[in-house]
């Protein structure tokens, strides 16, 4: 149900944030049941639409996922953004999971919803592994630092250091056509990633990517300063940590980004 405003359509990896928040509901509350009743209807609509989406490379022998646009919204229909593969990779494995679960603790009403869905567990679990195990992810050579998508090092290696105050917010002062083949970043997009599944990252792989992003990051989204906060706090920088929690709780007081007028962010 995405609108055509500027380029809000192609942001897909909404859908894999939905299948996460189904996640974090489960893990927080431990309602399985809920899975049952709703939970793997969605999350199996969700993973066809992924499996549907992706495409083989030949050229590099793993499944890419092209014309999206990330999380940063200063970008557009850029190949494999890094968040979005990841995303979609991790529902896929955790749809098969959650299938399974179901498949061996409510095994009744499993075979029911699989009529239902006209699902086949085995059938969709070989092609979906065999999606997740093999996406393609963009990275910088001999560095912890995931792109953020193809060609990202392409831009000019300058960063929001050497922004003048009075050319910001960016949006409200550039023409789109230079926000999108500049370097500057709205809001959180690997770290927002990293920040979802941390479990599954390094002390130094945080680091690597925080100190990479950050300093290229304007933060002109209420989404950004927050993540962002977390994520300083883990590796210890806790003057950075604060000052992002003050954007975070001041952002529509202080006004940072000249939008108050068009309304708060609740």
Same mark, same amino acid.
């Given at each position: 149900?995405h609108?055509?405003w500027?380029?809000?359509f192609e942001e897909?990896?909404?859908?894999g944030?939905?299948?996460?928040a ?8 431990g309602d399985?049941q809920y899975?049952n009743d709703?939970?793997?209807?969605? $999350?199996?609509?969700i993973? %066809?639409?992924w499996? +549907?989406r992706?495409? &083989?490379s ?6 890419v996922m ?19 593969n990841?995303l979609?990779a991790?529902c ?6 959650v299938?399974?679960f179901?498949?061996a603790n409510?095994s ?7 009529g239902k869905l006209n699902?086949d ?7 979906w592994?065999h999606i997740s195990v ?5 990275k ?13 090092l ?8 050497? $922004?003048?105050?009075?050319e %910001?917010p960016?949006? +409200?002062?550039?023409s &789109?056509?230079?926000?999108?083949r ?11 990633g990293?920040y979802f ?7 130094d792989?945080?680091k690597?990517n925080f100190d990479?992003y950050?300093?290229?990051?304007v933060h ?7 993540v962002h906060s977390?994520?300083?706090s883990?590796i ?8 992002m929690?003050?954007r ?5 007081l202080?006004d940072?980004?000249n939008e108050?007028r068009?309304?708060?962010?609740i």
């Amino acid at each position: 149900c995405h609108n055509e405003w500027e380029i809000t359509f192609e942001e897909i990896h909404r859908n894999g944030a939905i299948a996460f928040a189904i996640y974090n509901y489960i893990r927080y509350t431990g309602d399985a049941q809920y899975l049952n009743d709703y939970g793997l209807e969605v $999350l199996v609509a969700i993973a %066809r639409f992924w499996a +549907q989406r992706v495409n &083989w490379s030949n050229d590099k022998s793993q499944y890419v996922m092209l014309g999206v646009t990330g999380p940063n919204e200063y970008e557009n229909n850029v190949n494999n953004n890094w968040y979005s593969n990841y995303l979609a990779a991790w529902c896929l494995r955790y749809t098969l999971e959650v299938a399974e679960f179901l498949q061996a603790n409510h095994s009744n009403e499993f075979v029911t919803l699989c009529g239902k869905l006209n699902f086949d567990l085995t059938e969709s679990k070989d092609k979906w592994m065999h999606i997740s195990v093999n996406m393609h992810y963009p990275k910088m050579e001999n560095s912890d630092v995931y792109l953020q998508q193809e060609g990202y090092l392409d831009k000019e290696n300058i960063t929001c250091a050497d $922004l003048p105050l009075s050319e %910001r917010p960016l949006n +409200q002062k550039w023409s &789109w056509d230079r926000i999108l083949r500049s370097p500057f970043i709205k809001q959180a997009d690997v770290l927002q990633g990293i920040y979802f599944f941390e479990d599954q990252f390094s002390q130094d792989e945080l680091k690597a990517n925080f100190d990479f992003y950050e300093p290229r990051t304007v933060h002109e989204s209420s989404l950004s300063p927050c993540v962002h906060s977390i994520l300083a706090s883990r590796i210890g920088k806790p003057e950075k940590a604060y000052d992002m929690y003050l954007r975070t709780s001041r952002l529509d007081l202080d006004d940072y980004n000249n939008e108050v007028r068009e309304g708060l962010h609740i």
